[in-house]
């Protein structure tokens, strides 16, 4: 009797998450409880399968995240568009000391296990930069584009 009540919990759990959730029939059910499991309160999850890598796309606490899982389930990382004044500390002064009032945008924030490292876009007066920073301010041009 306890296995039954203890499958029919599972079975109507698993179908309340997937009323939610958008193109999960490729995704295995390793990848869709673990990301239950991680991410409990995201909604308007969207999954897209490609190249053994499962992406959930989805809303969590404001934001738009995408969540990315191998083909065994496991999180490899995440990646959310923030603001400029969502950055750390030392990320923004190490861009207002190189850049100064140059605009800033397109900033994404990817988390890789223990790693977090920022990518945005710079435009000076002379070129558009695609650069890259570590949390602790280190900054890297990934790519320049002349104006």
Same mark, same amino acid.
């Given at each position: 009797m306890k296995k039954?009540? /203890?499958?029919?919990?599972?079975?109507?759990?698993?179908?309340?998450?997937?009323t939610f959730a958008r193109g999960e029939?490729? /995704?295995?059910?390793?990848?869709?409880?673990?990301?239950?499991?991680?991410?409990?309160?995201?909604?308007?999850v969207s999954w897209v399968v490609a190249d053994e890598v499962a992406t959930a796309s989805f809303n969590l606490n404001g934001f738009r995240v995408q969540a990315y899982f191998d083909e065994d389930g496991q999180l490899l990382g995440t990646a959310r568009t923030i603001l400029f004044d969502q950055l750390p500390i030392t990320v923004i002064n190490?861009?207002?000391n190189r850049f100064g009032t140059a605009p /800033?945008?397109?900033?994404?924030?990817?988390?890789?296990?223990?790693?977090?490292?920022y990518t945005m876009s710079v435009e000076t007066t002379k070129s558009k930069l695609k650069i890259r920073a570590t949390v602790s301010g280190n900054i890297s041009v990934e790519k320049k584009t002349k104006k």
């Open positions: 039954i009540i /203890v499958g029919l919990t599972l079975l109507l759990s698993l179908a309340s998450f997937t029939e490729k /995704v295995s059910q390793e990848t869709l409880l673990n990301f239950k499991k991680e991410f409990k309160t995201a909604e308007n190490s861009i207002n /800033v945008y397109e900033i994404v924030e990817y988390t890789r296990g223990a790693e977090t490292f």
